[in-house]
């Protein structure tokens, strides 16, 4: 049956609109847990707050479990699902600059206009920063593209390039889920408590 | 008040969570697989077959063929040795063993052309039909009753019955113009060898004036 719009079940017409509504409700959300603000975003490298790792990591083992679960009751076709291609030093790089600008600035690229969208100040010197890079980026694309298009893997998963079954894949990938929330705690409490 | 029960089991609420992700990606893996069936699902190769699409007729392919339309391909997937024999003009040779052949599968998986099956009968025919549906691939047809048929109808056309409504006379005229088109003679076609007429040295004519009578003079 899914995905419903590869599959026709809804018109590719709604696909925007859709997105706009999930948006919202993704917004919505990151607002109201916390996440437009940079110290409680930054908490994690810090230690004082591991909020992000856990939202996070729940977000992706729930999504994991239900997609899997629904491809094995026919509702889904894991197959049809679109995979990011990988690039991989585009990605390494590009990984370590977004790293660092995360931990420098305290915001990631979503939660970022979440805080615009509230009027952070701190975030809108962010957007400008994030725009700055973009331009900076189009302009001297010729420069970057070999880094950009170079070293292509396809649209491969860890599913592909382990070799394991899914199944084994999410469930280790649910107890390395529960140990990284665990050890999260116990270093949340060593470290001294911020008030902020 | 605070139901006390309620913030005791609260108190739980991260293990009681982690064991649910736990049970859950465990029975993933502990689940019995089964083989997921590839291809279009079953209803809608239900639905391709029971459709009026799926065959075509042997006036359609006499039609199609004679104005040269250039959008089918006649795929004829009998062995080599009967297409060799006979065939239809410009039909491609796939014997139902290599309908998956590599250098041959890019004249049936595609869709810019419609593809038109058959076999002697429509039964290898139909069997082609079926593979191919479930491998989605697209705008295939098979010829109703295959070869045969096309003997029967429109090579060698039945003499329609004096009985019978003007228009089976109609199709029957029609058909034998195809079956013209696809080189068939026909006996009043036949040009009958018209005899040269002897020439001979026409007699020389005299001509008698005849005496005009007289008409009758006078008289008393």
Same mark, same amino acid.
């Given at each position: 049956?899914?995905?419903?719009?590869?599959?026709?079940?809804?018109?590719?017409?709604?696909?925007?609109?859709?997105?706009?509504?999930?948006?919202?409700?993704?917004?919505?959300?990151?607002?109201?847990?916390?996440?437009?603000?940079?110290?409680?975003?930054?908490?994690?490298?810090?230690?004082? $707050?591991? *909020?992000? +790792?856990? #939202?996070?990591? &729940?977000?992706?083992?729930? /999504?994991? !479990? @239900?997609?899997?679960? =629904?491809?094995?009751?026919?509702?889904? $076709?894991? *197959?049809? +699902?679109? #995979?990011?291609? &990988?690039?991989?030093?585009? /990605?390494? !790089? @590009?990984?370590?600059? =977004?790293?660092?600008?995360?931990?420098?600035?305290?915001?990631?690229?979503?939660?970022?206009?979440?805080?615009?969208?509230?009027?952070? !100040?701190?975030?809108?010197?962010?957007?400008?920063?994030?725009?700055?890079?973009?331009?900076?980026?189009?302009?001297?694309?010729?420069?970057?593209?070999?880094?950009?298009?170079?070293?292509?893997?396809?649209?491969?998963?860890?599913?592909?390039?382990?070799?394991?079954?899914?199944?084994?894949?999410?469930?280790?990938?649910?107890?390395?889920?529960?140990?990284?929330?665990?050890?999260?705690?116990?270093?949340?409490?060593?470290?001294?408590?911020?008030?902020? | 008040?605070?139901?006390?029960?309620?913030?005791?089991?609260?108190?739980?609420?991260?293990?009681?969570?982690?064991?649910?992700?736990?049970?859950?990606?465990?029975?993933?893996?502990?689940?019995?697989?089964?083989?997921?069936?590839?291809?279009?699902?079953?209803?809608?190769?239900?639905?391709?077959?029971?459709?009026?699409?799926?065959?075509?007729?042997?006036?359609?392919?006499?039609?199609?063929?004679?104005?040269?339309?250039?959008?089918?391909?006649?795929?004829?997937?009998?062995?080599?040795?009967?297409?060799?024999?006979?065939?239809?003009?410009?039909?491609?040779?796939?014997?139902?063993?290599?309908?998956?052949?590599?250098?041959?599968?890019?004249?049936?998986?595609?869709?810019?052309?419609?593809?038109?099956?058959?076999?002697?009968?429509?039964?290898?025919?139909?069997?082609?039909?079926?593979?191919?549906?479930?491998?989605?691939?697209?705008?295939?047809?098979?010829?109703?009753?295959?070869?045969?048929?096309?003997?029967?109808?429109?090579?060698?056309?039945?003499?329609?019955?004096?009985?019978?409504?003007?228009?089976?006379?109609?199709?029957?005229?029609?058909?034998?113009?195809?079956?013209?088109?696809?080189?068939?003679?026909?006996?009043?076609?036949?040009?009958?060898?018209?005899?040269?007429?002897?020439?001979?040295?026409?007699?020389?004519?005299?001509?008698?004036?005849?005496?005009?009578?007289?008409?009758?003079?006078?008289?008393?």
């Amino acid at each position: 049956m899914g995905p419903l719009i590869p599959n026709g079940i809804i018109p590719i017409e709604w696909d925007s609109i859709i997105a706009i509504l999930i948006g919202i409700a993704f917004g919505f959300i990151l607002e109201s847990s916390g996440f437009s603000s940079s110290r409680k975003l930054a908490g994690v490298f810090y230690g004082y $707050d591991f *909020a992000v +790792l856990k #939202v996070f990591f &729940t977000a992706g083992i729930v /999504a994991l !479990i @239900g997609i899997y679960y =629904m491809d094995y009751l026919g509702f889904l $076709d894991v *197959a049809q +699902l679109y #995979v990011h291609p &990988t690039y991989l030093w585009g /990605a390494i !790089i @590009g990984g370590v600059i =977004m790293g660092v600008g995360f931990v420098a600035g305290g915001f990631c690229p979503g939660t970022s206009l979440c805080a615009v969208a509230i009027g952070k !100040i701190d975030a809108i010197i962010y957007v400008l920063g994030i725009m700055i890079g973009v331009f900076i980026f189009s302009e001297f694309y010729p420069l970057f593209d070999e880094l950009y298009t170079g070293s292509f893997l396809g649209n491969i998963t860890l599913v592909d390039s382990l070799g394991v079954s899914p199944y084994w894949l999410i469930f280790i990938f649910a107890i390395i889920a529960i140990i990284a929330f665990v050890v999260a705690d116990f270093v949340g409490k060593k470290i001294k408590k911020v008030f902020y | 008040m605070i139901n006390r029960n309620l913030v005791k089991v609260l108190s739980f609420r991260y293990p009681i969570i982690a064991a649910i992700f736990l049970i859950l990606a465990g029975g993933l893996v502990l689940l019995p697989k089964y083989e997921k069936q590839k291809g279009i699902a079953p209803q809608e190769l239900l639905n391709k077959s029971t459709s009026p699409e799926r065959y075509i007729s042997t006036d359609q392919l006499a039609d199609i063929i004679i104005n040269q339309d250039p959008s089918y391909i006649f795929v004829d997937v009998r062995d080599e040795e009967s297409f060799n024999k006979y065939t239809l003009p410009n039909a491609v040779n796939i014997p139902l063993k290599q309908l998956f052949d590599e250098d041959l599968v890019m004249y049936l998986n595609q869709d810019q052309f419609d593809v038109v099956l058959f076999s002697n009968d429509n039964f290898y025919a139909d069997q082609a039909w079926i593979l191919c549906n479930r491998l989605k691939y697209k705008n295939l047809h098979v010829l109703k009753g295959g070869l045969n048929e096309w003997y029967n109808t429109i090579i060698n056309p039945p003499f329609p019955n004096e009985n019978m409504p003007a228009q089976d006379f109609e199709l029957f005229s029609a058909r034998k113009a195809a079956s013209m088109y696809f080189g068939v003679a026909y006996p009043e076609q036949a040009k009958k060898e018209v005899k040269a007429p002897i020439k001979t040295a026409p007699k020389k004519i005299v001509p008698v004036k005849k005496k005009k009578k007289m008409p009758v003079e006078g008289g008393c």
